[in-house]
């Protein structure tokens, strides 16, 4: 079998992988979007692309055929890039697994055919379909990954990354940020986990006692998050805030409190608290506005009696604990069974005294459809779990394909370009053209 790595998490994972898949028997080729990708890459071929993005699709159109490409393996369904390969893959028949942090988190990471999240193959399921999912057996689930980790690796993919910028093409990156302000975004990020650590034990504590069940919850995602990004129907970080706040002040319960929670990543990015906090005041909310940017969202979540989010996975918790959730963007979630669908300011307005309940059975049906399907055990970056997680994405993406998934589902891409001059790019195919795709070994 011929398999074609895209991008994938910051550090070692696809390294691993590729190894993983050349031990079984199988070849595989890295398409280099950056330099940190080239130089941990393990596959068999490497093929760097320093094109214009408008040549993209062309030069995916013809490495899938002169490769003879069987299935794909890519990080995120929503970058640019990740989006035209999954759309001609879609042309050509070709499997595409899409990669994400898991949904539930800690222990797993999401793997699943053809698109996450919005474009994930769970959102096809009925709601009869979701009440009739069996519930999972136990099952083998990693640790929690280790933030420190996951800082290292980070700084060495962006080091190497703008190092590597004036040979690839910066506007092909993930993520567009300067290496510089970076840095000092991120000292600032720990010193603000150091210097709060106090105060935001002594708020997680009184919102789990005092204020339990008398408190909505509002996580806010990192800005330039794809999912975000792609799937927010207009809304972000700042708009949401803003709108809720200023809707709570006027329609929510006067005995209870808003609180903001800043996400862990985005702490030091986060620059609105002093204009919230005026805003709140402003609103006569002063005494009943909470900003916190620590904690473990899951028991917040569970203390909660709401929350409302634009299209974050913390959704999931809100469902698992039974918890009212309003949505403003395209989630996993987003089914009028289980969420308030909030489109405009009115929505919000209803959502504080809208009495709607979980419908526990659906919520379970959906977790038990996404353990079952979606996510596998361990994650990207520690160790261990990165191996264990390893070998089940390299077991998934060599098996057996479902035959509900779908190879007609609408990116948002335009069409590929005619492939001309596009092969310039690349080296001689090595792989035969009656080779047989070998058996696939349980892993």
């Known amino acids: 079998m011929s398999v074609l790595l895209l991008q994938g998490p910051v550090g070692p994972f696809f390294r691993d992988v590729a190894r993983a898949l050349r031990d079984d028997g199988h070849m595989t080729v890295q398409v280099c979007l950056t330099l940190p990708e080239y130089l941990l890459s393990s596959a068999d071929e490497k093929v760097c692309y320093t094109e214009e993005a408008e040549r993209f699709s062309a030069f995916m159109h013809d490495l899938y055929r002169t490769r003879r490409i069987d299935r794909v393996l890519l990080m995120g369904s929503e970058r640019f890039q990740h989006r035209v390969a999954i759309m001609v893959a879609e042309e050509l028949g070709i499997p595409v697994l899409a990669l994400e942090e898991g949904y539930i988190r800690p222990g797993y990471v999401t793997a699943e055919w053809m698109g996450n999240n919005r474009s994930s193959p769970i959102r096809d399921l009925t709601d009869q379909q979701l009440l009739q999912e069996p519930k999972p057996k136990t099952r083998l689930r990693g640790s929690q990954s280790r ?13 190497f990354r703008a190092i590597g910028a004036s040979v690839f093409k910066r506007h092909l990156y993930h993520r567009q940020r300067a290496l510089v302000r970076e840095f000092f975004l991120w000292q600032r990020n720990w010193m603000r ?43 972000d970080n700042r708009r949401i805030a803003e709108t809720a706040l ?22 030091g990015h986060f620059a609105d608290r002093r204009r919230l906090l005026r805003l709140a005041k402003e609103n006569g909310i002063a005494d009943r506005f909470i900003i916190i940017d620590d904690g473990q969202l899951g028991p917040l979540t569970k203390a909660s009696c709401g929350m409302v989010t634009i299209n974050s996975t913390s959704g999931l918790l809100a469902l698992q604990h039974g918890v009212k959730l309003g949505a403003a963007g395209e989630a996993i979630y987003s089914r009028r069974s289980l969420c308030f669908d909030i489109k405009h300011q009115d929505d919000m307005d209803r959502f504080w005294d809208h009495n709607s309940h979980v419908d526990q059975r659906l919520a379970d049906g959906l977790r038990f459809a996404l353990l079952n399907r979606s996510l596998l055990p361990g994650n990207f970056y520690s160790s261990s779990d990165r191996q264990m997680a390893t070998l089940a994405v390299a077991s998934r993406l060599v098996g057996k394909v479902p035959e509900n998934i779908s190879f007609s589902r609408k990116r948002g891409c335009s069409s590929p370009e005619s492939t001309d001059g596009s092969v ?6 090595r792989r035969s053209s009656d080779r047989q795709l070998k058996k696939v070994k349980s892993w």
Request: hydrophobic letters at 50%; charged letters at 25%; proline letters at 5%.
């Open 424 to 429: 310039s790019l690349l080296r001689r195919p």
């Open 246 to 267: 200023k809707s709570f002040a006027r329609c929510a319960p006067k005995d209870h409190v808003l609180v903001i929670k800043v996400h862990p990543f985005d702490r």
């Open 193 to 235: 986990k150091l210097f709060h650590s106090k105060k935001n034990a002594v708020l997680e504590h009184r919102l789990k006692t005092h204020l339990a069940k008398r408190f909505y919850i509002l996580p806010l995602q990192v800005d330039d998050d794809m999912q975000l990004v792609a799937a927010a129907r207009g809304w």
């Open 147 to 159: 933030f420190a980790v996951l800082v290292l690796l980070s700084t060495f993919h962006y080091v």
